[in-house]
């Protein structure tokens, strides 16, 4: 038995979950999201405040989609309650964000502002700009974008998105990057010739 398939999902005070037609909708006060259970996986709702997950045989394919499930309801019951977070850092002199109408304008180095077009379901706070002191460069901008939605796949989809306009480069640590990420550094040529 998937050790995480046979935990059940605690669903929380103002959830409200709804089980029809092999398909699996979640209310809450955030947002309503629904996902297709699919064939061989049995969804329970018990009268305690869980759902539980099952499945009918211990195929491979069965046992991989058992705890697959159960993550994905539990995600959903914790997106319509509290929601999902990301932000992000776009670090370097010249280098920024704001939003325009219904688009992410990121300016970072290329000759254009880049457009990212922001989903219906995700919302970007107000992009803030600091600077920061940074080894071996001196005080640099850096703008913070934190995006948040309620679904946890389109929310991590959408901050890739943002990161792979101009991902972070290892000699002046320039670009968007997560703001938990560590970008390892390289010595320059002028720190080599040095040695």
Known sequence: MSRIGKKPVTISSGVKITLANGSIAVKG??????????????????????????????????RALHGLVRSLIANMVKGVTDGFTKTLEVIGVGYGAKIQGKQLMLSVGYSEPVPIPIPDDIKIAEPKTANIAMTGIGSVPVTTLVITGIDKQHVGQFAATVRAVKPPEPYKGKGIKYIDEVVRRKAGKAMAGAE
Do not use: C, F, H, N
Request: proline residues 6%; charged residues 25%.
């Open 29 to 62: 006060p955030k947002g309503e999201l629904s996902y297709s259970i699919p064939r061989g996986i049995t969804v329970q709702q018990g009268g305690s405040g869980e759902v539980t997950v099952s499945r009918a045989s211990d195929e491979r394919t069965q």
